[in-house]
């Protein structure tokens, strides 16, 4: 079982420049502050938007790209390490003009329209991620 860590005091809020590429910039975020562990949550628009879902028998990811301006009713996701790096694993629920929602895996090339996030980074030892050959996945170790 994993250890569970504390939350820290030092609770980072901002919004994104307009146009860059969502889950690049929260992984640039945590690097230039040097958050290894933590949680992420945010809200805002994105002009489109690369999600995932995980096809379990083929053990890869499926990428579909929606190309029209979506809000982003939520985004939930934590930080952890992998590559000795930290890396930001978060999932993302999107609304069209329709009412119609759209939910998966945060792939590269989501380009904010406008966003807000909160990241709260955690005290301990930060999490581990390895390679779990059951699933395909690099997981917490």
């Given at each position: 079982m994993?250890?569970?860590?504390?939350?820290?005091?030092?609770?980072?809020?901002?919004?994104?420049?307009?146009?860059?590429?969502?889950?690049?910039?929260?992984?640039?975020?945590?690097?230039?502050?040097?958050?290894?562990?933590?949680k992420?949550?945010?809200?805002?628009?994105?002009?489109?938007?690369?999600?995932?879902?995980?096809?379990?028998?083929?053990?890869?990811?499926?990428?579909?790209?929606?190309?029209?301006?979506?809000?982003?009713?939520?985004?939930?996701?934590?930080?952890?390490?992998?590559?000795?790096?930290?890396?930001?694993?978060?999932h993302?629920?999107?609304?069209?003009?329709?009412?119609?929602?759209?939910?998966?895996?945060?792939?590269?090339?989501?380009?904010?329209?406008?966003?807000?996030?909160?990241?709260?980074?955690?005290?301990?030892?930060?999490?581990?991620?390895?390679?779990?050959?059951?699933?395909?996945?690099?997981?917490?170790?």
């Open positions: 994993l250890e569970e860590l504390a939350i820290n005091s030092k609770i980072i809020m901002g919004n994104m420049e307009y146009g860059s590429d969502l889950l690049l910039e929260l992984n640039n975020i945590c690097q230039t502050k040097e958050i290894f562990a933590g992420i949550e945010g809200i805002g628009a994105v002009k489109c938007a690369t999600i995932g879902f995980y096809d379990q028998e083929k053990k890869e990811y499926i990428w579909n790209k929606i190309h029209r301006p979506m809000e982003v009713l939520s985004l939930k996701g934590n930080i952890s390490i992998k590559d000795n790096k930290p890396f930001v694993h978060a993302i629920v999107l609304g069209d003009h329709n009412s119609q929602v759209y939910g998966g895996h945060l792939g590269e090339d989501t380009q904010v329209f406008a966003f807000e996030y909160i990241i709260v980074p955690l005290q301990g030892d930060a999490f581990v991620r390895g390679f779990d050959k059951k699933t395909g996945l690099f997981l917490w170790k």
